[in-house]
C-alpha cells in the first residue's frame, strides 16, 4: 500500500512537468503560447460540450481519460507542431519510437497495473480506429482552429498555412470524429482566409 | 443546431480565460506559479491515479467531469487561496455570491439543457455532500501539498503556515475524501516541519 501511494505520486509529480510543455498555439486572448497541460483540460471540456455532436458509440467516460493523458510522452518528447510537420500531419518513425520510450518510462513510473491501463488508452488514441479514440483526435484538432480563430490567425500565420492544408490536415480529422461540427467550423475560418 | 454551435464554442472560448487565473500555489520545479486550467487537468489526473483509494459509491466519471468545471467561476472571482482565509478555510458569503454569479454568467453561455447540467454539477462540487463531491474536494486539498512538498514550502511558506493548521484546513478534509491517503501523505508533511 506505501509503495503503491509512493508510485503513484511519483508520477503526479512527474506529469506536473507538462505545464512546461509550450505549443505553437497562442491562447484565444493572443497573450502567449498555450502549455501541454492546460490544452488537456481545455480538450477535456470540449469533449464534455461537444458530446452531443459525438456518434452514439463513443465512450464519454474514456474518452475523458484518453484526452486527460493523450500528451502526457510531450514531458520527453515536447509538442510537434501539426503544421510544422512538411504538410505531411503524420508522425515520423522516429518521433513515433520517441513518443513510445516517452510511454515506457512516464507510465512505468505507475503501479504495472495502472501502469498498462493508461498505456493502453495511450495507444489507442494513437493508433485513431475506435469511435472513442476518433472523437478525442478530433478535439484535438477543433481546439487550436478556435483559437487561431480568436486571436487573429495565431499558428496559421506563424507557419504561413492556406486553406487548402487546413482542410487536409485538419479539417479531414474533424470531419471524421465530429462530421456535425466540421462544416460549420469551416464556415468559419474560410471567412478568416479571404 | 448553428445556434447550438454558436452557444458551445463561445462558452468554449469564454473558457480559456481560465488559463490566466493565477493561484498562490507554484509548480512542482517551483519555476511559476500555477493557473487554475492545468490545476484542473492535474486534479483529473489525480483521480484516475487514487481512484482505487476512493470508496466505492463515488461516481468516477462524474468526478472526472467535476473536476474538469470546479474552477471555471474563477474566470469571474480570481482564486482565493486557503490559507489566505483568516484561518477558517471556508469562503464567506460575499465570495459564495460572487461565484454565483459567475456561475450564471459563465454556465449561461451554453445551450439551456448544458447550462442547467454543468451548474448542477458544480453546485454537486461546492455542497461537499455526495461521495462524489467529497472525493473530488479531497482531490483538490491533496495535489496542492504534494506541490508544495517537491517546491520546498512554497505557499505554506508564504502564508507561514503551521503543520496544526494543515491538518485543520487540509487533512481534515482529505481524511474525509480519501481516508487512506491522508496517514501516508501527513508523515511526509510532518517530516517537512521539523
Not at 82 to 93: E, L, R
Not at 132 to 158: C, E, H, M, Y
Request: aromatic fraction near 8%; include cysteine; hydrophobic fraction near 45%.
Amino acid at each position: 500500500m506505501t509503495d503503491r501511494l509512493s508510485q503513484q505520486f511519483a508520477f503526479l509529480q512527474e506529469a506536473d512537468r507538462l505545464k512546461g510543455v509550450l505549443r505553437a498555439g497562442r491562447l484565444c486572448d493572443g497573450s502567449r503560447f498555450e502549455n501541454s497541460a492546460e490544452h488537456s483540460w481545455h480538450l477535456s471540456l470540449y469533449a464534455m460540450v461537444l458530446a452531443d455532436h459525438a456518434p452514439a458509440d463513443v465512450d464519454m467516460p474514456r474518452a475523458l481519460k484518453m484526452l486527460i493523458l493523450h500528451d502526457l510522452v510531450e514531458i520527453d518528447t515536447g509538442d510537434v507542431p501539426i503544421h510544422s510537420q512538411n504538410g505531411t500531419a503524420h508522425a515520423s518513425a522516429a518521433q513515433q519510437a520517441a513518443e513510445a520510450r516517452a510511454a515506457d518510462r512516464i507510465f512505468g513510473l505507475l503501479p504495472a497495473d495502472q501502469a498498462t491501463e493508461f498505456r493502453c488508452i495511450w495507444e489507442e488514441f494513437e493508433a485513431n480506429a475506435t469511435p472513442t479514440a476518433i472523437f478525442a483526435k478530433s478535439l484535438d484538432r477543433v481546439q487550436p482552429v478556435l483559437q487561431n480563430l480568436a486571436n487573429g490567425g495565431g499558428s496559421w500565420k506563424d507557419y504561413d498555412v492556406t486553406l487548402e492544408q487546413i482542410d487536409r490536415r485538419v479539417g479531414a480529422k474533424i470531419a471524421r470524429g465530429l462530421p456535425q461540427v466540421w462544416p460549420w467550423l469551416r464556415a468559419q475560418v474560410a471567412a478568416f482566409f479571404p
